[in-house]
């Protein structure tokens, strides 16, 4: 018998294993009752999904801002500014 | 066109045309389709008056699933406690979001996507925490290699060593090797439970099933 077999033979008899009762009813009413879990309102929705793409939007136009200022006060940059009456 | 088949059937099973075992094989038939159309029924109506806000039609749908969840997060965890904190999640985590059923497919279905959702989101944090139980495959070792001694092992003995077996593998290959071979799910069923596609599911059972087999060939080595 190769492992193969033997996790399938193990895994038809682990189907038929007794699973414990549980009764959750309680906790999950409480739970739900006590206002800790509420369902996001529609307002709340809105507020999540323009913030969303605030900052989707946010990160990319940070990295162009960056890229543009490093670019603007790269060494070489400073070289042309200082002799700029030259040309 | 219900009712007009209906008297057919009756003329039919009183006078005695159709012999006693078809009448019995076709009342039984009608009998667990009706069982297994009634429950739809009545989770569809607790869906409305939950929807309502009626807590008691929620106490129903959880009375009549928790049975159903539990059986499947019992592969994700063994410890009682957090095999019952689990159940919780599921039955909260669908009341949130009760709103986005539509009612396409069985509520039962449906609730069987989340409880296998909340259980990988376990596996991924108990992954992350590193906690994973000592598992030796001494363990895998000691079953003898034959059928007869395989089906003598107790039900939740052999659970338990898969279990423990898959421990070792990352969350996504366990996941789809609980679900194909340990829960019995086809390609399709795997696919409607884990969101993915069918592609996707076979390819991942191919990768997951050749870890699988190095893992086991490891035998006797300190694993992972």
Redesign the interface.
């Given at each position: 018998?190769n492992?193969?077999e033997?996790?399938?033979?193990?895994?038809a008899?682990?189907?038929?294993?007794?699973?414990?009762?549980?009764?959750?009813?309680p906790?999950?009413?409480t739970?739900?009752?006590s206002g800790q879990?509420?369902?996001l309102t529609v307002a709340e929705n809105l507020w999540m999904w323009l913030a969303a793409g605030a900052s989707a939007v946010a990160v990319p136009a940070a990295v162009v801002a960056i890229s543009v200022y490093n670019a603007s006060m790269g060494p070489l940059r400073e070289i042309v500014n200082s002799i700029s009456w030259a040309m | 066109m219900n009712g007009l088949m209906q008297s057919i059937w009756g003329l039919l099973t009183t006078s005695g045309v159709l012999p006693n075992a078809l009448v019995r094989g076709v009342a039984d038939a009608l009998d667990a389709d009706a069982s297994r159309t009634e429950p739809a029924a009545a989770d569809g109506e607790d869906i409305r008056q939950t929807r309502q806000g009626d807590s008691d039609a929620y106490r129903r749908l959880i009375e009549r699933h928790q049975a159903h969840v539990a059986k499947i997060l019992w592969r994700f965890s063994r410890d009682r406690a957090i095999h019952e904190e689990l159940v919780q999640d599921v039955f909260v985590e669908a009341y949130l979001s009760l709103n986005s059923f539509r009612g396409n497919a069985p509520f039962s279905h449906w609730l069987a996507r989340i409880a296998t959702r909340v259980g990988y989101r376990c596996w991924k944090e108990k992954a992350r925490q590193k906690d994973a139980e000592p598992f030796s495959l001494a363990e895998w070792d000691q079953i003898a290699d034959e059928k007869e001694a395989i089906e003598r092992i107790d039900a939740d003995q052999a659970a338990g060593l898969l279990h423990g077996l898959l421990e070792k593998l990352p969350p996504r290959d366990r996941l789809v090797l609980m679900l194909r071979y340990i829960e019995g799910c086809d390609v399709a069923e795997t696919a409607r439970r884990t969101g993915w596609t069918r592609t996707m599911v076979k390819v991942q059972s191919l990768r997951a099933r050749d870890k699988l087999k190095k893992l086991v060939e490891r035998s006797g080595m300190e694993l992972i």
């Open positions: 018998m492992w193969e033997k996790f399938m033979l193990l895994a008899r682990a189907r038929t294993e007794e699973v414990p009762q549980v009764n959750v009813v906790e999950v009413l739970l739900l009752s879990a509420e369902p | -």
